[in-house]
């Protein structure tokens, strides 16, 4: 069955860094495209990062960009996300997600459960 | 950017039908997909491409799309439906095209 486990949250200063990675199975990872997703506490969603299956194909939000770098290793089954300069706005749930479609427009199947990011001093 | 709006909130009795609706610009040329999230999980994908529904989600669930609004059925709503929904699409001219609707809670009264 198809899984997505997120790694790699914690708590970290303003200003700090943070790598999350996305650990996937169950299906041929190197065939899709892969999101980022946040949820701040008692807040809605709000999509991060796409990278298409190559890695090729990349998108940010207006949020991060130029702070987070999205990135796939398809021999490892893995997707990454590199947070830099973070900001108590970057506190949130991030979770992976799979886009099932290869073309047409993206949406997302599966969900990983999610790992807390909290950015405090 | 592309805005999508929802109501916060929706309420509706066991048995009876709520109607959630996802406001854009021109939603109707665009592909609208929903996700139904608990407290404490990971949303679900329970409408995708307007009007579809993934293996597992009941027939309950139903989706449209025309317009300015696209609109999540939920028929003979049961308790368990209770959960916040959103709304998204990919808007493709954007530099930053992924959206989510604002979310709306739904209440079985």
């Known amino acids: 069955q198809v899984q997505l486990v997120e790694s790699g949250g914690g708590l970290v200063k303003p200003g700090g860094s943070l790598r999350l990675s996305c650990a996937a199975s169950g299906f041929t990872f190197s065939d899709y495209y892969m999101s980022w997703i946040r949820q701040a506490p008692g807040k809605g969603l709000e999509w991060v990062s796409y990278?298409?299956?190559?890695?090729?194909?990349?998108y940010y939000a207006d949020s991060v960009k130029g702070r987070f770098t999205i990135s796939r290793d398809n021999a490892k089954n893995s997707l990454y996300l590199q947070m830099n300069s973070l900001r108590a706005e970057d506190t949130a749930v991030y979770y992976c997600?799979?886009?099932?479609?290869?073309?047409?427009?993206?949406?997302?199947?599966?969900w990983g459960q999610g790992t807390l990011v909290t950015v405090s001093s | 950017s592309y805005v999508l709006t929802q109501p916060p909130s929706v309420s509706v009795a066991p048995g009876q039908t709520a109607r959630i609706t996802c406001g854009g610009n021109n939603i109707g040329s665009k592909s609208v997909h929903w996700y139904q999230q608990k407290p404490g999980q990971a949303p679900v994908l329970v409408v995708y491409?307007?009007?579809d529904r993934p293996s597992g989600i009941p027939e309950r669930f139903s989706g449209s799309n025309s317009g300015n609004t696209a609109t999540l059925t939920i028929s003979r709503v049961e308790a368990g439906d209770e959960a916040d929904y959103y709304c998204q699409v990919w808007d493709s001219s954007s530099d930053h095209p992924g959206v989510f609707g604002t979310g709306t809670k739904v209440t079985v009264l």
């Open positions: 997600a799979r886009d099932p479609e290869a073309m047409g427009e993206p949406f997302f199947d599966y």
């Open positions: 491409d307007d009007s």
């Open positions: 990278i298409s299956s190559s890695g090729s194909t990349i």
